[in-house]
């Protein structure tokens, strides 16, 4: 129970701050998760990790700060939802459709955990991998919100910039003589200074502050309202658990990926069909938010079942399990009902980050009686803070604060149109260049 | 009185002076996952044991390692890979007597195939076959096996596994803890391991394949230092070394299929970079 509401408090904490990820969150608690045993610490990481989805969605909404990179498609819905008076039922119905999202994806692989293992497998087909990596940057450059001519120019950009410091297997990686790139463009530094700032200073520069102080009196919505929100939106939130679902699964990218591209689906449906809202889309919220918190839990399917981690915070898992001597595979997740109990706690915890969210967003809203200008140098300074703390451990505070200044320059230019094109292009390119180089490697060498 | 107090001051201040400053950063060439930050974050709470003040710096590449250990002024040490040390953007960072720690682990590389087939007669023909590696292992050296090879490259080890697993190649070459999680889960047959001696019951290469020229290929994980004084860095290296026999880095080392080699000199890890040239 401690370890539940332990896990509960540390995730709405990483959640809520910008700057805390889950892989400096689990080095902190190192030291005290060593003694437990393996169930414990999957349960604590699959809780957190949940939590944090939930209450990361928060800040995101209410500040337009990104506590995580897929908490982005909120910073730009969240606050024009605000401007509406819309802001606590984004809250409460985005909650509503994460746990739905939780709900689906834990039933789904409760049901067929005994088969689960070859198709995870199978997922990792390097043909399967290149038709998804290729699709993907297609869907982007058709579904962006500029012109076609813009995503693609956009998507180049993306691209070229994924270049810098990539480490390749045949040539050196371009750094331009400077050692600082050889790691590449700090990703949080491109997109909160090109994307997330500017999108956050455009939206409040647009709406009546004084709508959204009003916002900040109102009271946290109904169960019945909300629930009504949820029923309006279900398609969204059912299509956002499917993406998030698979998506969770690719390596490096997890829930960011998922969250970013059902909301780029769900705003190029909307747009087809001509209700996408500009002043703030609940269905393409709820569609992103959903599909991270499905993502997260099979983001450590392949953990779980082959002891290989996809994301930094998973290989601190591995290794606190397999000090206490445990090897991880499909074997020990199946023995003693381990996967079941992993997967019924991230429900629990989902049901119970549910009402955080409902409730921390009562408190986060009274932000807004905070003056315009005062709120707005806050945001600067919690985003250069989250820069700045980004990978603190690498000696490249300096570099990471100089790209986040440029980038904040060229994102305030470019601040008309929809610059997230590039930061897609700029995280999946690497995966589809590395993919077509083995499918060429595979198939034609 | 007076020379009371002169005495107890001149104490202090010999005291300081002869007292060793026992901070040190610890250079990884990785980011917060792989084989360098194991490494690294096994080590810190061993060395803080001793009274050292750790202070890791994730560097993230080979390049940015080297540039921050030849820039820092801080009683700085580096971790060197030595099939990274072959690489020429990186090869800035070759020990020398004076500034060599110690070789913290050694680790041999496995060569595996699926299950029920005659792996080791395919290579042997010499049959056109795709193999899964990453960067460390060079197209040079599995080509020198068999030159037939497709080799696949994937960015890190838990890739290469991927995409075997999901069949994605005929062959994996890996390191001992990845290789031998496939086998227990029998996912490969695991046929040949570099070196002289058979683990687990896998033949060396050195029996297998005595033409190959990377038969004892083995990655070496050691510690070169930098802005050490003389005495701090003969007891910084001393406690290192005790510390590689303690029961704590066996067990790490045992985990994670390394051997221990603690008395390897510069001259030794440098010439095992030879072992890592590339074409």
Redo the contacts between chains.
């Keep these: 129970m401690m370890l539940f509401l332990s896990a509960l408090l540390v995730g709405t904490i990483v959640g809520l701050l910008p700057g805390i990820g889950l ?1 400096s969150a689990m ?1 902190l608690l ?1 030291p005290f998760l060593l003694p437990l045993p393996p169930i414990d610490i999957l349960i604590f990481y699959a809780v957190m990790a949940g939590t944090s989805q939930f209450t990361g969605s928060i800040t995101a909404c209410v500040v337009g700060a990104a506590g995580e990179p897929s908490s982005i498609p909120a910073t730009k819905e969240g606050p024009l939802l605000f401007a509406r008076g819309l802001g606590p039922l984004a809250i409460s119905t985005t909650a509503i459709g994460s746990f739905i999202g939780t709900i689906i994806v834990a039933s789904i692989l409760l049901l067929t955990i005994d088969h689960i293992s070859a198709f995870v ?6 043909n ?1 991998q290149t038709a998804l990596f290729v699709t993907v940057m297609i869907i982007i450059v058709m579904a962006g919100s500029n012109k076609f001519i813009v995503n693609l120019l956009y998507a180049i950009i993306g691209a070229s910039l994924a270049n810098i ?1 990539l ?1 390749r ?1 045949t040539s ?2 371009i ?1 331009f003589g400077i ?2 790139f ?2 590449g463009i700090p990703f949080v530094a491109l997109a909160i200074g090109l994307y997330s700032l500017p999108q956050v200073l455009r939206a409040f520069s647009l709406v009546d502050f004084k709508l959204l102080q009003s916002a900040s009196n109102t009271t946290v919505s109904s169960i019945k309202e909300s629930l009504i929100a949820v029923k309006e939106n279900i398609a969204a939130a059912l299509r956002g658990s499917a993406i998030g679902m698979f998506a969770g699964l690719v ?1 490096g990218l997890t829930t960011i990926l998922a969250s970013n591209f059902s909301y780029i689906v769900e705003q190029f449906i909307r747009k087809r069909k001509q209700v996408y809202n500009e002043n703030g889309d609940m269905a393409c919220l709820i569609s992103a938010e959903t599909a991270n918190n499905s993502g997260q839990l099979t983001s450590m399917l ?1 953990l779980m079942i ?5 994301v ?1 915070s998973e ?1 601190i898992v591995l ?1 606190l399990i ?2 206490g001597g445990t ?1 991880v ?3 020990t997740l199946l023995a003693g009902g381990m996967f079941q109990t992993v997967a019924m706690y991230f429900i629990l915890g989902g049901f119970v980050s549910m009402f955080i969210a409902w409730q921390g967003a009562k408190l986060l809203t009274k932000i807004y009686k905070i003056p315009k200008n005062f709120l707005v140098t806050f945001l600067v300074i919690i985003s250069s803070v989250s820069v700045y703390l980004f ?1 603190a ?4 505070q300096l570099f990471n604060c100089l790209c986040f200044a440029t980038c904040l320059g060229f994102g305030y230019l470019l601040r008309k149109t929809d610059t997230s094109v590039i930061l897609f292009s700029f995280l999946i390119y690497p995966f589809m260049e ?1 993919s077509l ?2 499918f060429y ?2 198939h034609f ?1 | 009185m007076k020379t009371l107090l002169l005495t107890l001051l001149l104490c202090l201040v010999n005291a300081t002076s002869f007292a060793i400053d026992k901070s040190v950063e610890i250079i990884v060439p990785t ?4 084989t360098g ?2 490494i690294a ?1 096994e080590l810190k709470p061993l060395l803080e044991k001793r009274g050292y003040t750790v202070n ?6 080979c ?2 390692a ?3 250990f030849y820039s820092t002024s801080k009683q700085s040490t580096l971790l060197l890979f030595n099939a990274w040390s072959a690489l ?2 990186c090869d800035k960072s070759i020990p020398t007597n004076a500034s060599w720690v110690a070789n913290l682990v050694t680790g041999p590389a496995m060569i595996c195939g699926k299950p029920g087939k005659d792996n080791l007669g395919i290579i042997k023909r010499k049959e056109v076959v ?1 193999i899964a590696s990453t ?1 460390v292992y060079a ?1 040079s050296i599995v080509k020198s096996l068999n030159p037939n090879f ?6 890190e080890s ?2 290469t ?3 075997f ?5 005929e062959f994996i070459i890996t390191n001992m803890i990845r290789s031998t ?1 496939l086998m ?2 029998g996912i490969a047959d695991c046929f040949v391991v570099t070196g002289r001696e058979a683990i687990n019951g896998v033949q060396p290469a050195t029996k297998l394949f005595p033409q190959w020229k990377y038969n004892l290929l083995e990655l070496n994980l050691a510690l070169m230092q930098r802005n050490m004084p003389r005495d701090i860095s003969e007891q910084f290296t001393k406690d290192i070394r005790e510390l590689l026999v303690t029961p704590e880095w066996r067990a790490f080392a045992d ?1 994670n299929g390394y051997t221990i080699n603690q008395t390897m000199t510069s001259d030794q890890y440098n010439n095992s970079l030879l072992l890592w040239g590339r074409d």
């Excluded at chain 1, 082959?306 to 996809?310: L, Q, W």
């Excluded at chain 2, 890791?56 to 590449?61: A, F, I, K, N, R």
């Excluded at chain 2, 497709?150 to 960015?155: D, I, N």
């Design positions: 892989f080095v190192y497998g199978n997922f990792y087909n390097n399967i410091g480490q297997y050196e990686p750094t050692s600082a050889s790691n390596p392949p082959f002891g290989i981690p996809i930094g290989v290794d397999e000090r090897q595979s499909l074997n990978e451990d690498s000696n490249n590395f180089v083995r490697a595979i060498s | 980011k917060t996952s792989g930050y194991d974050v890791l710096v994730m560097s993230g590449t390049t940015k080297q540039s921050d020429p953007e795709t960067s197209p497709k080799y696949v490259p994937y960015p838990g890739g596994v991927r995409g697993t999901a069949g994605d190649t999680k227990k889960d985990r």
